[in-house]
């Protein structure tokens, strides 16, 4: 049972890591808000409760490896990387600029990242081969890959999906960010994927479902697939795209939107807010 104070530490986190993408994105500039967003507490929990990493040892073998399938969220990863120490915080001024470390999406070049994503529905596939490396060399470590939900149509998926079954790599842990929003409408109408979980089931992983906003569930469903022998496990993390922000969440247009002068500083007042609330 998780106690109520590392359940508000991890809520206090999740806000940080928010406000750092917010100043990330700054005025208007276009900025994947809504799917960094939804992921806020699953960072929080990965890199601040769940998992071996350290600044001070980033290539340390027995580290547990995270890999953003969804590359395009990268500024929450970095948001998690830079509170960790692994780069300078005046980084996070300079994200996409030519003479600044962070890249758009995921790049080997940027400490403490596993792997180069962007390229929708490749992430698993690398993760597997990571987890089964991982195995080969009797290391304890192990590998959490995050997909998004509208990446469920990419093929890749399902071949990697089906491949980490047969090779019962219980090492590896997938999340999907179940938002329901892609960059071009509701992932119901691009690409219906119904029954996820009993898909997902079907394929031989061991299934969860939770809010992806409450960590205590985020950490409750992390013990239970590292329980789990014999099969990979899948956190379907039901979240709302653009989470903490009100004129953000849910809206489609803060996939990859612009804020003005206005929104912005509204975006930061209702932060401060949720951190009042904490």
């Known amino acids: 049972m998780v106690s109520e104070s590392t359940v508000k530490e991890m809520k206090s986190v999740a806000l940080r890591l928010r406000r750092s993408v917010l100043e990330m994105i700054g005025v208007n500039a276009a900025g994947h808000l809504g799917g960094s967003f939804s992921l806020a507490e699953t960072m929080a929990v990965l890199y601040f409760y769940r998992m071996n990493v350290s600044a001070s040892k980033p290539n340390d073998p027995g580290r547990d490896?995270?890999?953003l399938s969804k590359g395009h969220a990268a500024l929450i990863?970095?948001?998690?990387?830079?509170?960790?120490?692994f780069f300078p915080k005046e980084e996070l001024k300079r994200v996409k600029a030519l003479d600044g470390?962070?890249?758009g999406h995921p790049d080997l070049s940027i400490p403490g990242i596993e792997a180069v994503t962007g390229s929708l529905g490749q992430g698993l596939s690398i993760g597997l081969g990571m987890a089964l490396a991982?195995?080969?060399?009797?290391s304890p470590a192990r590998v959490f890959v995050i997909i998004g939900d509208g990446e469920q149509s990419e093929g890749q998926i399902w071949e990697a999906s089906q491949a980490a079954a047969v090779y019962k790599?219980?090492?590896l842990t997938a999340f999907i960010d179940w938002n329901k929003l892609q960059a071009t409408g509701p992932a119901k109408e691009v690409f219906d994927i119904p029954d996820l979980g009993e898909k997902w089931k079907a394929f031989g992983w061991e299934v969860f479902t939770v809010n992806g906003h409450d960590p205590a569930?985020?950490?409750?469903?992390?013990e239970q697939a590292q329980a789990v022998k014999g099969k990979p496990?899948?956190?379907?993390?039901?979240?709302v795209k653009g989470k903490g922000v009100s004129f953000a969440e849910g809206n489609v247009a803060y996939h990859n939107g612009i804020?003005?002068?206005?929104?912005?500083e509204k975006a930061l007042g209702e932060l401060d807010s949720a951190k009042a609330g904490i």
């Open 65 to 67: 490896r995270l890999l």
């Open 101 to 103: 470390l962070l890249q």
């Open 77 to 85: 990863q970095y948001a998690a990387l830079c509170e960790k120490g």
């Open 217 to 222: 569930a985020i950490i409750g469903a992390l």
């Open 259 to 264: 804020m003005d002068e206005a929104a912005y």
């Open 169 to 171: 790599a219980d090492n």
């Open 233 to 239: 496990q899948v956190i379907i993390l039901d979240t």
């Open 134 to 138: 991982l195995r080969l060399d009797k």
